[in-house]
């Protein structure tokens, strides 16, 4: 079965530090890796996605994730973290194997950005 | 390019009601996916449609809960009878479900369902 760990529930950053959330994952194949953000009393606002190829990948709002096959880990990364990055973070992932191929989440981290 | 829209925001209901989400998938989306989001939780996924049929129903508590995606377009979840822990966030979402460049699925605001 597939799986997605978050460890951390909570991340603390000052406004202009470098950001990093955890995430790991667990999937038979090679995965479709994701990450989204969730600000309160809103869905989930898709960030970016790992295909293949380029580990490095990036997306919106500055943000970018680090794909290492190795050790299963899909981590979220920012430069320069902005006191409205605060929000709840979720990776997901989904096997590459098809389009009948379930999404799971993992448990979410909150990011916490201060001046 | 319209998002996926849900109804209601919100609703509060008894338990042992009976209440009914409605979804619009993006156009042309084939996958819709519903999910509960309990408080403090990650998404758990009830049920995935691709066009009209059940991809995977395997976490639908099938005793209350029920979907249907008749035309392969909206969808309704449905919950009869309600119980005290079937408070949460449902979400629902969509992807195109063909071409390996767009996997990623959006999300609708989802409604926020309070059993009392």
């Known amino acids: 079965a597939q799986s997605v760990a978050q460890p951390e529930d909570q991340v603390n950053v000052a406004e202009g530090n470098p950001l990093t959330v955890k995430c790991t994952y667990s999937?038979?194949?090679?995965?479709?890796l994701f990450w989204y953000v969730q600000y309160p009393n809103r869905g989930l606002q898709f960030l970016l996605k790992?295909?293949?190829?380029?580990?490095l990948v990036k997306g919106s709002y500055g943000f970018e994730a680090e794909f290492n096959k190795s050790q299963t880990s899909f981590h979220l990364k920012k430069p320069s973290a902005l006191v409205s990055d605060s929000a709840l973070y979720f990776c997901?992932?989904?096997?590459?194997?098809?389009?009948?191929?379930?999404?799971?989440f993992g448990t979410g981290t909150r990011l916490q950005v201060t001046l | 390019e319209a998002g996926v829209a849900q109804s209601p925001r919100y609703k509060i209901i008894e338990k042992r009601q009976s209440v009914a989400f409605w979804c619009n998938p993006i156009?042309?989306?084939?996958?819709l996916y519903w999910y509960q989001q309990i408080l403090g939780q990650g998404p758990k996924l009830l049920i995935q449609?691709?066009?009209?049929?059940?991809?995977?129903d395997s976490q639908l508590p099938k005793d209350r809960f029920s979907a249907e995606r008749l035309k392969g377009v909206d969808s309704t979840l449905k919950i009869q009878p309600a119980k005290l822990e079937d408070s949460a966030v449902y979400l629902c979402?969509?992807?195109?479900?063909?071409?390996?460049?767009?996997?990623?699925?959006?999300f609708g605001q989802g409604t926020r369902l309070t059993v009392v």
């Open positions: 979402a969509s992807r195109t479900g063909q071409g390996i460049l767009l996997p990623e699925a959006f």
């Open positions: 999937v038979s194949g090679n995965p479709y």
């Open positions: 790992y295909i293949t190829g380029d580990n």
């Open positions: 997901a992932v989904r096997p590459n194997t098809g389009t009948a191929s379930k999404l799971t």
């Open positions: 156009s042309g989306h084939a996958t």
């Open positions: 449609f691709q066009n009209n049929g059940v991809v995977d």
